[in-house]
């Protein structure tokens, strides 16, 4: 059994990232592992200050949802992360999340890592996304195992209609 942490960074419930998270968690919850699905939009999560602080203390001086977010990250097996396509970048939302793991990169690492990105576009829009998130996570020292594309996706729910749904089950089932 593995401990799962899925990371979804859409603002939107039933979004199509939310939607693929959902079928990732469906197969690896059949396959036997524990899951938990955060979306980092129900999570306080400021910018980072660059203040260097955790440099010297090892420790963030601004108290919010991130020590739990990273805490969890360092406990997980395994590591899903979801985003939308903004403007050809992963969005807002887990930039800045990202961006917070100044403190505690060096334990970031070590996992097994899978990626959902979702967009309007085709893969080539995306791939910005992924050479990104490639580059942080694995930069980290993590393996990238997977990567599921929602293509194509524009409306909450369009995701339902294409084979990134089936790709998403069978990655967590194989996970
Ligand atoms: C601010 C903003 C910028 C976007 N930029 C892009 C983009 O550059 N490329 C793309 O393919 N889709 C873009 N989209 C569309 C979303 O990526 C797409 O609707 C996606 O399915 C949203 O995921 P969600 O349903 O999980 O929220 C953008 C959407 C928003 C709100």
Not at 6 to 32: T, V, Y
Not at 50 to 59: I, N
Not at 67 to 75: A, N, P, R, S, V
Not at 140 to 155: A, M, S
Request: aromatic share 8%; hydrophobic share 35%.
């Amino acid at each position: 059994m593995k401990n799962i942490l899925i990371l979804s960074a859409s603002p939107r419930k039933k979004g199509n990232s939310d939607i693929l998270c959902r079928q990732f968690m469906k197969g690896a919850q059949e396959a036997g592992h524990k899951t938990e699905l955060i979306s980092l939009y129900d999570k306080n999560t400021e910018f980072c200050h660059a203040c260097y602080a955790c440099f010297r203390t090892g420790r963030c001086v601004i108290k919010d949802d991130m020590e739990e977010i990273l805490d969890k990250m360092q406990k997980a097996d395994v590591i899903v992360v979801a985003t939308p396509t903004y403007f050809y970048a992963m969005n807002g939302k887990l930039k800045t999340v990202i961006d917070r793991f100044l403190p505690r990169w060096q334990e970031l690492g070590g996992h097994e890592v899978y990626l959902i990105i979702t967009g309007h576009d085709g893969k080539a829009g995306l791939k910005l996304v992924d050479e990104e998130l490639t580059k942080i996570f694995g930069g980290l020292g993590n393996e990238i195992k997977g990567r599921i594309w929602g293509e194509r996706v524009w409306q909450k729910g369009e995701v339902e209609r294409t084979k990134a749904m089936e790709e998403a089950y069978q990655a967590g089932l194989g996970a």
